[in-house]
C-alpha cells in the first residue's frame, strides 16, 4: 500500500485545514489508519486512528473536539479536518495503515510522506 498525505499549508490560529490521505496498491478497506505528528525538534505523537470501517476511532486529548477522521473506502481516502487550530498544532502530519489502529507507530506498517501544517498565531 502507498500512501499520500496531502492538504497541509499556513493557517491563521482559529482557522481549519482538512488533511488527506490517499491510497494506492491494494485495497485500502481492510487497514486501520493513523494520523501522527512531528513538531521541530519533538517526537513524532499520536494524533487520531480510525478501524477499517469507520466504526471505531481515538482522539488523542490534544486533538479531542477539534479534529475529526473519517474515510470513504469507495475513494480510498481518510479524511482528517482539523478545526480551531493553534500554533502548537504545527507539524509534519503523517498518515499511517495496518491491520491493527492503535496509538503506537508499531501498529502501521505503511506509511506516506507528511504533509507539513503551519499555524500562525
Known amino acids: 500500500v502507498q500512501l499520500q498525505a496531502s492538504g497541509g499549508g499556513l493557517v491563521q490560529a482559529g482557522g481549519s485545514l482538512r488533511l488527506s490521505c490517499a491510497a494506492s496498491g491494494r485495497t485500502f478497506s481492510g487497514y486501520a489508519v493513523g494520523w501522527f505528528r512531528q513538531a521541530p525538534g519533538k517526537e513524532r505523537e499520536f494524533v487520531v486512528a480510525i478501524g477499517w470501517n469507520g466504526g471505531s476511532t481515538f482522539y488523542a486529548d490534544s486533538a479531542k473536539g477539534r479534529f475529526t477522521i473519517s474515510r470513504d473506502n469507495a475513494k480510498n481516502t481518510v479524511y482528517l479536518q482539523m478545526n480551531s487550530l493553534k500554533p502548537e498544532d504545527t507539524a509534519v502530519y503523517y498518515c499511517?495503515?495496518?491491520?491493527?489502529?492503535?496509538?503506537?507507530?508499531?501498529?502501521?506498517?505503511?506509511w506516506g510522506q507528511g504533509t507539513l501544517v503551519t499555524v500562525s498565531s
Open positions: 499511517g495503515a495496518g491491520n491493527f489502529y492503535g496509538i503506537r507507530m508499531g501498529k502501521y506498517d505503511y
